[in-house]
């Protein structure tokens, strides 16, 4: 069973609409944070503890926060999870810790003796995390080099295997779609940790695929419509390769979307970013990618058509017929010219 077999959809007519959808959504979101004071860590890269905790009974925030309060620096009390579950989180920045003076784990115990005493109710210690200053520091430093070198190396191989123009197509791409996940991981108010740094790379690798595929299939479209323009040599080639580009991405957003949805609240940001990365990897290649490369294309053929008259002798193509050699002008009429 064959997809979208004839589809002959004008993708490339909305592109201007879907850069400004973009430009919006990246906009918007990174101002919101901003104005929230940047985005969130998590523990993997400031440091400190999070301990999870599962009451018998609904306890709200407000109780357990009233009940850690006897002890020093900021703590942080949240639902986890399902709040049927009545499982709640706190973590313990590690600055603050730091200051206070008191150690890593030795602040899980004080929670846990605070809430103990403080009758809030029985409770069960389900996880504990602890993370120190320079393993946090760390852990964000490959994160960044490990994103940085795959971009990279992504960029280079399609330089390589394609023209230039579409390199930076693949690229501006790659880039919208990493802005757009935090740009939407921000409005929600998700924190930056190892698990979405794991997905913002998976997402690279699969913008990339999806991007190359859509491009293979036009560079051979290029030496079969050599009179059209690449306008519409893009938007048959996006047609071409749409049954797969739906299937493809439909299997793997319903594979996240149960991650997601049954994977916990440890998956969660992955899980999430992984569905907004699936999404923006395939909107992207057909209306950032490709319309990054038409616009370039169109520059360069401007770049060439302003060259040829600086040169002062026209080629034999862009001479009047009367001015080309006889011979010329009997090949163009399909007669065959004899010397006298």
């Known amino acids: 069973m064959r997809f979208f077999q004839n589809a002959n959809y004008d993708f490339i007519r909305w592109r201007w609409h879907a850069l400004v959808l973009s430009s919006a959504v990246i906009i918007g979101g990174f101002v919101l944070m901003l104005l929230r004071g940047g985005m969130p860590l998590g523990i993997d890269f ?53 200051e206070q003076g008191f150690g890593l784990e ?15 109710g029985k409770f069960e210690v389900l996880s504990t995390e602890v993370v120190g200053p320079v393993v946090g520091a760390d852990l964000q430093r490959k994160g960044i080099y490990a994103t940085i070198a795959s971009i990279l190396g992504l960029s280079i191989y399609i330089a390589l295997r394609f023209r230039f123009i579409f390199a930076v197509g693949a690229l501006a791409a790659t ?15 998700y924190e930056l940790s190892l698990n979405v740094v794991a997905a913002i790379l998976t997402i690279t690798g699969y913008s990339v695929n999806d991007t190359i595929v859509i491009f ?5 479209n290029v030496r079969l419509m050599r009179r059209e323009p690449l ?23 319903l594979a996240v979307l149960g991650l997601y949805v049954f994977g916990g609240e440890v998956l969660r940001g992955f899980a999430f970013a992984m569905l907004v990365g699936v999404v923006t990897g395939t909107y992207s290649t057909i209306f950032i990618a490709a ?10 053929l401007k770049a060439r058509k302003g060259a040829a008259p600086a040169s002062g002798r026209p080629s034999a193509a862009d001479k009047p017929a009367a001015d080309r050699p006889a011979a010329s002008r009997s090949k163009k009429s399909g007669r065959n010219v004899r010397a006298s």
């Open 231 to 253: 306008d519409q040599i893009v938007n048959t080639s996006v047609n071409q390769t749409l049954g797969r580009t739906v299937i493809t991405a439909t299997t793997t957003f």
């Open 46 to 98: 400031t440091g400190g503890t999070i301990v999870v905790l599962k009451f018998q009974q609904h306890v709200s925030d407000e109780q357990v926060r009233d009940a850690l309060d006897v002890l020093p620096g900021e703590k942080v009390v949240q639902q986890y999870g399902d709040p049927a579950q009545n499982e709640i989180l706190i973590r313990f920045p590690q600055t603050e810790q730091a």
């Open 175 to 189: 880039f919208h779609d990493i802005f757009v996940v935090l740009a939407m991981m921000g409005f929600l108010g």
């Open 106 to 120: 030795a602040s899980s115990h004080q929670a846990i003796t605070a809430l103990e005493k403080a009758n809030v």
């Open 291 to 300: 319309t990054i490369a038409i616009i370039l294309s169109r520059r360069e």
């Open 216 to 220: 293979d299939r036009v560079r051979e």
